[in-house]
């Protein structure tokens, strides 16, 4: 009888990293036969993963071998979890042990939001010390006071009344726009796009890699060769079909 055991079961990382995880395979009792390690395929979203050394015989001290997580940069956020199995050919014995990777890319941005305000401290006057012009929002639509005219004169024309109509619908639209981006930001067109990796038809695999498991959409059904639904709910709705039952 065997364990894999590995280093940590989460990691954050941003789009474009690679992860390696070590992992430990231990022999608990029995005799030490090799053992074949195996890991989630999310090739269907572009992570390349792999186990190596993928054959190992374990000891009572334990074995050490590896898992190495490659995403791509168009990577969509959310947690992808990723299973390594371990299995003695000619038996049914496994063991399994799974790590979740939490992608957020809006993690990499934080700095800039943060260091942004500073660069309003020195203007003055509507510029910025380096001579260039800055955009004050809060004064946009504020009429501007004339100082140099006499404040009390009655014989100064009155300044114009800003158009309220006009005003309005440019704050309409921004508030359109504004609010079109942030709903592109969180992926809501993507529903009526037949985006986030969700569509069924010719997107459904009919095989099984290896024979072992494949990650497919939550709508496709499991291919023939792997049809137990292993795990379910996976980040960014996707299910894992495997060619055994689950524990």
């Known amino acids: 009888m065997f364990k894999v055991t590995l280093d940590t079961h989460i990691v954050t990382a941003l789009p474009g990293q690679t992860i390696t995880v070590p992992l430990?395979?231990?022999?608990?009792?029995?005799?030490?036969?090799?053992?074949?390690?195996?890991?989630?395929?999310?090739?269907?979203?572009?992570?390349?993963?792999?186990?190596?050394?993928?054959?190992?015989?374990?000891?009572?001290?334990?074995?050490?071998?590896?898992?190495?997580?490659r995403l791509p940069l168009g990577i969509k956020d959310g947690t992808y979890l990723f299973t390594v199995r371990g299995e003695t050919g000619g038996t049914f014995e496994t063991s399994v042990d799974s790590v979740s990777v939490?992608?957020?890319?809006?993690?990499?941005?934080?700095?800039?939001?943060?260091?942004?305000?500073?660069?309003?401290?020195?203007?003055a006057g509507g510029r910025t010390?380096?001579?260039?012009?800055?955009?004050?929002?809060?004064?946009?639509?504020?009429?501007?006071?004339?100082?140099?005219?006499?404040?009390?004169?009655k014989a100064a024309p009155k300044a114009p009344k800003p158009n309220q109509k006009a005003i309005n619908l440019i704050v309409f639209i921004?508030?359109?726009?504004?609010?079109?981006?942030?709903?592109?930001a969180n992926g809501v067109f993507d529903i009526f796009n037949?985006?986030?990796?969700?569509g069924g038809g010719s997107n459904c695999p009919t095989t099984c890699p290896g024979g072992m498991g494949v990650v497919i959409p939550q709508s496709c059904k499991c291919p023939s060769a792997c049809p137990y639904t292993y795990i379910q709910d996976v980040g960014n709705g996707?299910?894992?079909?495997a060619s055994i039952p689950p524990r």
């Open 24 to 69: 430990l395979v231990g022999l608990i009792h029995g005799a030490a036969t090799p053992i074949t390690l195996t890991v989630t395929d999310w090739t269907s979203v572009g992570i390349v993963a792999f186990v190596d050394p993928r054959v190992v015989t374990p000891n009572p001290q334990g074995i050490m071998s590896s898992l190495t997580i």
């Open 102 to 123: 939490v992608i957020n890319s809006k993690a990499q941005q934080r700095p800039v939001q943060q260091n942004a305000p500073q660069a309003r401290q020195g203007t």
């Open 129 to 153: 010390r380096s001579g260039s012009p800055s955009l004050d929002l809060d004064n946009l639509f504020t009429p501007q006071r004339n100082e140099s005219a006499p404040s009390e004169s």
């Open 174 to 184: 921004m508030a359109i726009i504004i609010i079109s981006i942030v709903l592109a």
């Open 194 to 198: 037949g985006g986030g990796g969700g």
């Open 238 to 241: 996707f299910k894992e079909c």
